[in-house]
């Protein structure tokens, strides 16, 4: 399997998959810029934050001046697995990759926090290695990921399995209390229908390592890496 980390001007994060890639599982990710067309030889492709999207004055320029963006679509329909994280995530939504759509916090806020976030299905890369009665303790770093989406959109969603994620509190007790982006549903991560298109708010590469005090994340990695070593 070869894996790719997707770089847009002002990108954050890509270092930090680098490292958990490399270090914890002992794989080179190649690096592959939004000017750049072809995704050939990449199985596996991170999108990282960071970047302007829908929502800044820049973000319709941003997305059509980036030449990746077709080859990326393409890259999903062959059932290849892309996974957006922050405003990854966004950028996967403003494509219809993933259905719903990402708005700024209800706060109005930039929020850069531990959050607590548990599984809603085991049917998934992501999802088949944890346990849905445990919350994972990820933090999130953004302005915008409130998720949102019709409610005939949810029903489909929840029909399908492509809720992955939703905030909880430590106990695994989802709130509305503790929904600290305002996201419908307390949902913290989605995909789309054919499960190999994954969306995240909370970022697990941030805490992944043993040298931290929280390794949950790493959860999260070695679900996917479990799943691509056996498909």
Not at 138 to 163: C, D, F, H, N
Request: net charge neutral; glycine share 8%.
């Amino acid at each position: 399997m070869t894996f790719g980390i997707l770089i847009f001007p002002g990108a954050h994060g890509d270092k930090e998959l680098s490292r958990v890639l490399k270090e914890i599982y002992g794989i080179e990710a190649k690096t592959i810029w939004n000017r750049e067309t072809d995704l050939n030889g990449i199985d596996v492709l991170f999108i990282p934050g960071g970047f302007p999207c829908k929502g800044s004055s820049k973000s319709s320029k941003f997305i059509r001046d980036s030449p990746v963006i077709d080859a990326m679509i393409d890259f999903a329909d062959l059932g290849k697995i892309l996974i957006g994280i922050g405003n990854g995530f966004r950028l996967l939504c403003e494509t219809d990759l993933v259905p719903g759509k990402l708005r700024m916090n209800e706060t109005q806020r930039f929020i850069c926090r531990n959050t607590f976030i548990k599984p809603d299905n085991d049917n998934t890369a992501l999802t088949h290695q944890l346990s849905g009665d445990k919350a994972y303790r990820v933090p999130i770093a953004t302005g915008y990921g409130r998720y949102t989406a019709k409610e005939e959109v949810l029903v489909t969603m929840r029909l399908r399995e492509q809720i992955l994620f939703r905030y909880c509190d430590q106990d695994a007790r989802i709130s509305e209390e503790i929904n600290y982006t305002g996201a419908v549903d307390n949902i913290a991560g989605v995909c789309n229908e054919r499960k190999n298109v994954f969306g995240l708010i909370p970022q697990p590469e941030r805490a992944a390592f043993s040298t931290e005090r929280n390794t949950d994340g790493k959860a999260i990695f070695d679900s996917l890496m479990h799943f691509v070593s056996h498909h």
